[in-house]
């Protein structure tokens, strides 16, 4: 989703044009598990019949890790394994390039979300004892217990410059410089599908927490959750700067 407040090209059109192809922007945060508003993912596939808001992301396993804001290739491990909480999965930070999948990947998610346990924790029950909700509506909390299988750090990604000479080299990337320079192109822009243009890498500009209420049950079905905002991380935007001593700028995707 654009961002505004971050990158002054990211204006009004911008977010009309986005929401064209992922109706959720901008992400909005809550604290209220009953009443939401609830956040729809969607896979992508790559069909223009499927069209979807996110796909499974080609990363990287130990003793083979990039620097975590480096480009991480392809063939790294199998995503859903790192989705289940795979202990070997490597650090990811912002200006990472990476990979989506290709291809409906309802399987192999929800194979991941077997393995991790989530069935154990999509309940309000379960979501008040992950968390701590202070003034119910702000959408911020405090997290109790990080492990919990139900709370997740998603990466959230634009497309890149395909003509940077840079995004496929083993050095530290630069979001300015390496995110697409058209974002209002949303058919192979910035903004474009995830698995569109997937023969160039996406770069991470933020991470968010993610807490899953309902999982797909078939191609077209969605995946269901609420962003919040988690007092860890010491931003106020779900899609801002990025501070070194955030709990989630560098992310492993198991915790």
Not at 63 to 82: L, N
Not at 177 to 185: C, N, T, V
Not at 201 to 225: C, K, M, N, W
Request: glycine share 10%.
């Amino acid at each position: 989703c654009p961002n505004g407040a971050k990158w002054a090209d990211e204006t009004a059109a911008v977010v009309a044009a986005a929401e064209t192809i992922n109706p959720h922007c901008p992400y909005e945060f809550s604290d209220d598990f009953e009443n939401g508003p609830k956040v729809e993912l969607f896979l992508d596939s790559g069909n223009p019949a499927i069209q979807g808001n996110f796909q499974g992301a080609d990363l990287a396993r130990e003793p083979d890790c990039p620097d975590a804001d480096s480009y991480f290739g392809h063939g790294g491990g199998e995503f859903e394994t790192i989705l289940a909480g795979d202990p070997d999965a490597c650090n990811v930070g912002v200006g990472a390039r990476i990979s989506p999948q290709t291809g409906l990947r309802v399987g192999q998610v929800n194979q991941g979300l077997d393995e991790r346990g989530v069935d154990s924790c999509m309940n309000e029950v379960a979501f008040n004892d992950t968390v701590e909700v202070g003034v119910v509506g702000d959408g911020v909390v405090s997290i109790k217990k990080l492990d919990s299988p139900c709370l997740m750090a998603l990466i959230l990604v634009v497309h890149t410059d395909p003509a940077n000479p840079d995004l496929t080299a083993d050095v530290a990337g630069d979001v300015g410089s390496m995110q697409h320079p058209d974002p209002l192109d949303v058919e192979a822009g910035r903004f474009s599908r995830p698995a569109s243009g997937a023969s160039t890498p996406l770069i991470v500009r933020r991470f968010a927490f993610f807490y899953i209420t309902h999982r797909a049950e078939g191609p077209t079905d969605s995946y269901q959750g609420m962003f919040v905002k988690a007092l860890d991380s010491l931003s106020s935007e779900l899609d801002g700067p990025a501070d070194i001593d955030s709990g989630i700028y560098v992310v492993k995707l198991t915790d």
